[in-house]
């Protein structure tokens, strides 16, 4: 059985106390395929890194994420475009727009988000989009952006049918992750609905860990806790929940 975290932030500081150990056990549990968005510049010699430890199970993607969003971020735009012109990358991600932590971005939000499409679609990448509190704006710019040369992953999908239907009819799937095993969570109540070809699997580690680690820290080796709740919800085995969404994450980022 081959797992895919399509979104795990492994080069985090909460794991540098035990991060070969932490690898480890998601290894032992299956999990192959390891992507890893980006943050801000001030990340990205530890993303390096741990792709130089882990060459054929860490597939890097490189963006600017939306809570990092100042008022300098033309700067960090241009080392993310610089970083392109260096080497290749599976995603641009995660970006997008956050409105739970602050509003008075918002403008800077929206406008980096737009560039980083663009930037996506210079480089034929998917993108990894970052959505909290913030559909209506980030459908807004996906409307104005859409095309067959747009698609990638809602991470962290937490929104209703209506929006998770939104988001597939923009090339998107679904990034699902520990907040399906919440009992308040409220996407298990409608996904059965929505066929699996459009679910990927993700922790976001070492943040939204499932039951029964909420409010600890996070890491991949819990995908199987994710896994097990979609194996409960569309009535199918934990390997066969694992190859389709393995395969899924193969469509997104084509390898």
Not at 22 to 46: C, H, N, Q, W
Request: proline share 3%.
């Amino acid at each position: 059985m081959i797992l895919t975290d399509t979104h795990t932030h492994l080069y985090s500081e909460a794991f540098d106390e035990d991060q070969e150990l932490m690898m480890k056990r998601a290894m032992d549990l299956g999990v192959e395929r390891f992507f890893v968005p980006a943050i801000d510049s001030t990340y990205a010699e530890r993303m390096y890194s741990l792709e130089r430890k882990y060459p054929t199970a860490v597939f890097l993607m490189m963006g600017l994420h939306p809570t990092h969003v100042k008022e300098h971020y033309e700067e960090e735009l241009e080392f993310v475009e610089k970083q392109f012109q260096k080497r290749s990358f599976y995603a641009v991600g995660e970006i997008g727009i956050d409105l739970y932590w602050d509003k008075s971005y918002l403008k800077q939000q929206q406008m980096a988000f737009v560039q980083q499409i663009k930037l996506a679609k210079k480089y034929k990448l998917p993108i990894v989009i970052h959505s909290r509190e913030s559909f209506d704006e980030i459908f807004e710019i996906l409307e104005q952006e859409k095309g067959d040369d747009l698609y990638g992953i809602f991470h962290c999908f937490t929104g209703t049918m209506e929006q998770a239907q939104k988001a597939m009819a923009y090339n998107m799937k679904l990034g699902i992750g520990g907040v399906v095993t919440f009992k308040n969570g409220k996407i298990d109540r409608f996904l059965g609905e929505i066929d699996l070809s459009h679910i990927v699997l993700e922790t976001d580690a070492p943040y939204l860990a499932p039951m029964p680690y909420r409010g600890k820290r996070n890491e991949s080796s819990y995908i199987v806790h994710v896994l097990d709740k979609l194996s409960e919800i569309y009535g199918l085995s934990q390997k066969e929940i694992a190859r389709i969404t393995t395969e899924n994450s193969k469509q997104v980022f084509g390898i």
